[in-house]
């Protein structure tokens, strides 16, 4: 839980938390406009799954290509969404993740955590606020 009184986090696991939070939204808006623009993104081409994968970062390519040239583009994408977040289609992984491998993404996860702490009470050391956003 978020320290009320101050709005910062107390421990590496909210910080984190924090963190990943914020950047899931930026991700669900990029891909809002992405699908907006592209309507590949909203109903898959029946393409293999590898070339299917390729194509969000090309698209963004060419978007931020479209950008370069056009400054108000992004005006026709005000407040996007992803209509879809957490859709998918397709087989990504062959079944549920064996023990070992939970482990391994766990401890990948603690271990970025208490970097991300150690950085942020640097920062607080040095006389920055408590804005997570160092």
């Known amino acids: 839980m978020v ?12 910080l984190f938390n924090l963190r990943h939070a914020s950047a ?3 991700i669900e808006r990029i891909f809002g406009v992405l699908k907006r623009r592209f309507k590949i993104l909203v109903y898959p081409p029946e393409i ?4 299917q994968a390729r194509l969000p970062p090309a698209l963004a390519a060419i978007h931020n290509f479209i950008r370069d040239l056009d400054p108000t583009d992004l005006n026709d ?3 996007a969404e ?8 397709g087989d990504l992984a062959d079944g ?3 023990r070992a ?8 996860r603690d271990d970025i955590a208490n970097a991300m ?4 009470q640097q920062h607080l050391a040095a006389g920055g606020d408590g804005d997570d956003d160092d």
């Open 101 to 108: 491998e939970r482990e391994r993404a766990n401890n990948r």
């Open 48 to 51: 293999s799954i590898n070339l």
């Open 24 to 26: 899931r939204n930026v």
């Open 3 to 14: 320290n009320e009184e101050h709005c910062s986090p107390a421990n590496p696991s909210e």
């Open 117 to 120: 702490w150690v950085q942020y």
């Open 82 to 89: 992803d209509i879809q977040p957490g859709w998918r289609s």
């Open 77 to 79: 994408f005000h407040e």
């Open 96 to 98: 549920l993740p064996q």
